[in-house]
């Protein structure tokens, strides 16, 4: 071991070791696993104990840097590379921020998966605390070496939790295009890794942050390290072009989207990031590139939000919007910023979306028109959803506040007007989308049935490709399977099994959607949502209050070094969102503008936003034309020349022996002709030639 | 008298043996040839003997005799086996290992 195991470390390697041993021991004793709910209750606990083991190494850890490692991969005697952890203020705050969010959507999945059967909840919990700990060991990572190895861990762990349900082909199909897509930027990322490390000869984040801020590193040729990994959070953090993933990833359980949209999978991308700033400092060229990426993915994610009918959708676009805005933020050289919107972010879309899982759970369906009137019958969930839509509004008063004009002012100060008017735009469709949907869901009376139907999935289904649109037949195989009835509780997935399916029934038949059983959702999963909620509140309360400075406390001390921004941002900032809110209002609330004069106003964008900008189709092109294509040049080269020669060879040897079967006539004299034969002609032999 | 003429006897009866062997169609014929194949080497063997004044080659005789006279008796002892299953001792009615 190397370093000193003070308290703040011990305290990290506990929390990053008690999900491992509650994967271990999850993975295998199988028995324990397959009873369910004990499973889950230990998972759970020791994600609380991580919880709180992190909390006691933010609170005594954030100030000096504290770092324990073990020797690893030993080569000629020297340690290419450590592993252990790294306690900073950085990866000390995030690991909270994970182990928090994992924590309680833990405990909010023992609500939401209470009719899963027994031996596949177990299942979900030991994935549950796999990611837990891949997140952590990310975010405590000493060096890139390490990062890298959790990186992957995340991405099998997104994989198996969002293809949890794997008997529904369209949630393998998304697991499938989760993994893929992020893998194509973990190329880069790895290339990146390895080409800095010829360059430097290091993987230690610490010894890279020495070298590059004394200027030993060769600013020749780096431009293409940090855009290669810069690939690799583009893949994790679901930048454009690589977004897609990420609304099919809505496939899993919706704790799941909440864990992975929150805290860890798409945060890794921005974290990594944000640990290598100092090294991206140095090329200035590839941060432009990250910004103009960020903001255009902000602003195609928000304008894709405003279409869906879906509400985890509408989240799930949310999210990649914001990851844009952290981008744009490290993009403009302020990754506290960005970073500070991360934890933000983290908390109050964990809210958003456990408060979308509870409406899920109470109504027994996605679709946004079948919802309304809910805030009558579930007044605490829709409280706490719209505390954390205005979060995401970036209200005052409220998590995303300051986080959302640190953002803005940096990218102002920064230098960069373009990526900052198409930022402020989305801060207005942020807001608009978001009360969409709270204004759909909560207030209002439901929509009769007629709309459903037509209404978002019907264009996509159907035209969209199979492989890459898992996401538009989603909403078709539930319903489906709803008609159908899926009698066996074997197959039927928990969704569907606990939609009421008798007022499924009604509804197909009957026109009005009444939604007669939605009630508040139990105890474990109302918990987790004021605990966020009243995060959220807490700590935008205090940085309204305190302003730019108190994100020092979130981000650490580097912070307060940014130039203070303009005074008229902020006013613009919020009146952005308040004009969204207004619009939503005006639109979906006292309708004084009609929805589908306005969706007809914007025709041509709405349209393309409903084929999701044929970004989906130009990936299945791709896929189609170019992979496919190659796969069956390659197989017909397999198939008929390969394969071809290996048949005439074996031909031929069957045609041979077949041939000289005749010689074996099984007359013993034949056989002593032979030999006399062949010692008369051995002794010409040596008569004669030798 | 030299070597030459043991040996050109010897080359006979073991041409005689061999042609045997090799025409006969009755397997005790082709025995019988074999028998004559043998003590073929076995006059090479005196002969040798003899003539180098070794008396390797003597001992070796008594053990070729011995030998073939076992080999006489297993087989005669094949052939009437043979002959119980297939009712015939013909040799090119013996076939079985045809390919």
Known sequence: MIGVLTGSALHALIALLLPAFSFLVLAIVAPFRRLGRPAAWFSTTCAAAAFVSALIAWHYGAEQIAKVVWPWLPSGGVTIADVGVLLDAQSSVMLCLVTLVSFLVQFYSLGYLHDEPARSLGRYYAYQSLFAFSMIGLALAPNLLQLFMCWELVGLCSYLLIGYWYQRPSAARAAVKAFWITKAGDVGLLIGIVMLWRLTGTFDLQQLRMLATSGAIPVAGLSIITFAIYMGAMGKSAQFPFHVWLPDAMEGPTPVSALIHAATMVTAGVYLLVRTDWLFALTPNVLTIVAWIGAFTALLAAVLACVQDDIKRVLAYSTVSQLGYMMTAIGAGVAAAGFLHLLTHGLFKALLFLGAGAVIHAVGSNDLPRMGGLARRMPQTALLFIVGTLSLAGIPLFGGFLSKEEILGAVWMGGLPGPFALLLLVAFLTAFYMFRVVFLAFFGTPAPVAAVVHAGHAPAHGTVGQVVSASAEAAADRRSAEREGWSDPARTPPRVAHSHLHNEAVVEGAHVHEVPHAHEPPATMLLPLWVLALMTMAVGVYTTWGGAATAGFFVGGEHAEQAVPPGWLTPVAVGAGLAGILLAWLTYQTRAINASSLAAAFGPIRSAAIRKFWIDDVFETIYGLILLGLARVVGWIDRYIVDGVLNLLSDWTVQAGDELRGIQTGKPQDYVYGVATGVLVLVLLMRLVF | ?99
């Open chain 2, 1 to 99: 008298m030299g070597l030459q003429p043991y040996l050109l006897l010897s080359a006979t009866v073991f041409s005689i043996g061999l042609f045997g062997v090799m025409t006969r169609r009755n397997t005790i014929g082709i025995l019988l040839g074999v028998e004559l194949m043998m003590n073929a080497v076995n006059i090479n063997l005196v002969a040798f003997s003899r003539y180098t004044a070794a008396a390797s080659g003597m001992i070796f005789t008594v053990f070729t005799i011995c030998i073939t006279v076992t080999e006489a008796a297993l087989g005669l002892a094949i052939v009437i086996l043979l002959f119980r299953v297939r009712r015939t001792v013909m040799a090119d009615h013996l076939d079985l290992l045809k390919g």
